[in-house]
């Protein structure tokens, strides 16, 4: 990500790849390894099994997590860089 993209949107790219992310291994692990699990697997290769299910759960929780983080009450915060304020100011002659 270049350095000009804001806070907001570098949040909102997390939140969507740890919903996608989580929900996709979620899905894909949940069907592909325990569904099609034996009863006659070894406990290792249960918890193995078990191990992207989990991963997925923990991801889409992030997501929630940072889905609830308060925003800042002023939107120009998010979109506006760091130095704006010295920037208004030189442009303004002050």
Same mark, same amino acid.
């Given at each position: 990500m270049?350095?000009?993209?804001?806070?907001? =949107?570098?949040?909102?790219?997390?939140?969507?790849?740890c919903? +996608?992310?989580?929900?996709?291994l #979620?899905? /894909?692990?949940?069907? &592909?390894l =325990?569904v099609?699990?034996?009863?006659?697997?070894s406990a290792l +290769?249960?918890?193995?099994?078990w #191990?992207? /299910?989990?991963?997925? &759960?923990?991801?889409?929780?992030?997501?929630f997590?940072l889905l609830?983080?308060p925003?800042?009450?002023?939107p120009?915060?998010?979109?506006?860089?760091?130095?704006?304020?010295?920037?208004?100011e030189?442009?303004?002659?002050?």
């Amino acid at each position: 990500m270049s350095k000009s993209s804001s806070p907001y =949107v570098r949040r909102l790219l997390w939140i969507v790849a740890c919903f +996608v992310g989580g929900f996709a291994l #979620l899905c /894909v692990s949940g069907w &592909a390894l =325990v569904v099609n699990g034996s009863t006659q697997d070894s406990a290792l +290769v249960t918890a193995l099994r078990w #191990l992207p /299910v989990a991963t997925g &759960a923990i991801t889409v929780a992030a997501g929630f997590f940072l889905l609830s983080l308060p925003v800042p009450e002023d939107p120009e915060d998010f979109f506006l860089p760091d130095d704006a304020d010295g920037e208004l100011e030189r442009t303004d002659g002050k």
